[in-house]
């Protein structure tokens, strides 16, 4: 790929599953959250979009997930992630603001069951900085359907985060440059300030 530039008011950085149940998860997780907080002032700065992602059911989702579906049948039968609990708010620490996107989605990725590509469309978007817990979940597949779509995609090192660390390295050192840029959030702050 070439060197990487970022025109930030056709960029959005996605803040994926940092919700009150899942950040805990995350290794040094009080640490990620600093660093995905500054990103977001940075890209706020530059002029470009943030956008929110939470996984989150209703009870009619629940009862709509099939049994075949190993992830999320395990979440539906013990009525897990309620969109009106606790656990599914997005952390405070990166709380949205007016203006921000905020999806709430019933799978993996952050576009397969929600509007998200839609309202990115509306805004111009063609290019996504990613954040998010985990790498294997969110992350990955939101790299995978935005590769499809063809997005400019950017993945930041240091502001996604797997329970399973060697999942968390070949992802993000073998998959994930096959599809993005993967860079940290200082050389963020390098590409935006760079415009």
């Not at 530039?5 to 805990?24: E, H, K, Y």
């Not at 709509?64 to 579906?69: C, F, K, L």
């Not at 007016?98 to 509007?115: E, H, N, Q």
């Not at 992802?171 to 200082?186: G, M, N, Q, Y």
């Amino acid at each position: 790929m070439s060197t990487p530039t970022i025109t930030p008011g056709r960029t959005a950085l996605l803040v994926m599953d940092f919700q009150n149940g899942i950040v805990p998860v995350a290794p040094d997780s009080d640490a990620l959250v600093e660093r995905v907080r500054g990103s977001i002032a940075d890209v706020r700065a530059a002029g470009g979009a943030i956008g929110y992602v939470r996984v989150a059911f209703t009870e009619d989702d629940w009862a709509a997930v099939p049994e075949n579906n190993a992830s999320f049948s395990a979440v539906a039968g013990a009525k897990m992630l309620h969109h009106e609990d606790g656990s599914t708010r997005i952390d405070e620490r990166l709380a949205p603001e007016d203006g921000d996107l905020v999806v709430r989605k019933i799978r993996y990725g952050s576009g397969s069951t929600t509007d998200l590509h839609e309202q990115l469309g509306e805004r111009g978007i063609d290019t996504l900085v990613l954040a998010g817990i985990s790498t294997s979940g969110v992350v990955l597949s939101t790299v995978m359907d935005a590769a499809d779509r063809d997005y400019r995609i950017f993945v930041l090192s240091d502001g996604v985060a797997d329970p399973d660390a060697e999942t968390h390295r070949v992802l993000v050192e073998k998959v994930f440059p096959s599809r993005s840029h993967v860079i940290d959030t200082t050389e963020l702050r390098e590409l935006l300030r760079a415009t």
